[in-house]
């Protein structure tokens, strides 16, 4: 089993920065064992892909979020974090993180003057 807990979200104005935390446990949890995914599901939309950190520290974004997002990892706290800088009106949604069929509960990120 594995526990997913998404933390970090709120409201920011365009232009601000938010960073979310994705602490993960249980005893089948490994940073070696399978990559760690970032989506965001905005309503009326499907949950889209944002970023990866895979098993070997790669990192990948989605088009629409490269260059202000920035994905990365602490081993010894079993955490991701994903640090969202100038974020816009489009980035409000939900977001989850993702281990191999886990998924946390998610945290509302909403962009608004």
């Known amino acids: 089993q594995v526990q997913l807990v998404e933390s970090g979200g709120g409201l920011v104005q365009p232009g601000g920065s938010l960073k979310l935390s994705c602490a993960a446990s249980?005893?089948?949890?490994?940073?070696?064992?399978?990559?760690v995914v970032w989506y965001r599901q905005a309503p009326g939309n499907h949950r889209e892909y944002v970023a990866v950190?895979?098993?070997?520290?790669?990192?990948a974004y989605a088009d629409s979020v490269k260059g202000r997002f920035t994905i990365s990892r602490d081993k010894a706290k079993n955490t991701v974090y994903l640090q969202m800088n100038n974020l816009k009106p489009e980035d409000t949604a939900v977001y989850y993180c993702?281990?191999?069929?886990?998924w946390g509960q998610g945290t509302q990120v909403t962009v608004s003057s």
């Open positions: 249980g005893s089948i949890f490994s940073f070696s064992i399978s990559n």
């Open positions: 950190m895979t098993t070997s520290g790669n990192t």
């Open positions: 993702n281990y191999l069929e886990y």
